[in-house]
Every structure is written in C-alpha cells, then in structure tokens.
C-alpha cells in the first residue's frame, strides 16, 4: 500500500478525518517520514494504535509484543540483535 492508500484505509476505520489525510500525506512527504510517523507526530494516533487499526481492519488479531516480554527478555533479545551483526 502507498501512504495515500494507507491515510484512506485510516479513514474508512475512522481514525482520520477525510480533511486531515492531506495534512498527514504533507508531513510525511515534506519532512522525510512514513506515514506512520506523520500519524504518530500528528496526534492521531500512537504506535500501537497505527498497527491494531490495521490489524482490526483486516480482521486479525492484534498482540503488543512490548507488553507480553519482560525487561529482561529485551535485554537479551538486544543483546542478541547486536551480536549477530
């Protein structure tokens, strides 16, 4: 999906407002961001918000990853990440 088509999906779920979907696609395409960011920096919704509005949309579950490991499950899976670079 191109980030038009992504605005639009977010107004069919009624997150945005068909008036503010230039305003997003503005931001993201004049400073460098994904629609996603340009979203999030716009207040209309926070990360997990973007991802469970596409999951609910497309009729799949939504798991928070962030919340279901611990502190030090991160931790590891960091320190994992940077060794295998």
Do not use: W
Request: cysteine-free; glycine content about 8%.
């Amino acid at each position: 999906m191109n980030n038009k088509q992504v605005a639009e999906f977010f107004v069919e779920q009624h997150v945005l407002q068909p008036s503010q979907v230039e305003d997003v696609l503005s931001e993201a395409e004049l400073n460098g961001k994904s629609i996603e960011q340009a979203m999030v920096d716009g207040g209309f919704v926070d990360e997990n918000g973007f991802y469970q509005t596409i999951a609910n949309g497309l009729g799949l579950d939504f798991i928070d990853l962030t919340r279901s490991i611990t502190r030090r499950q991160r931790i590891f899976a960091s320190r994992l990440i940077k060794t295998s670079r």
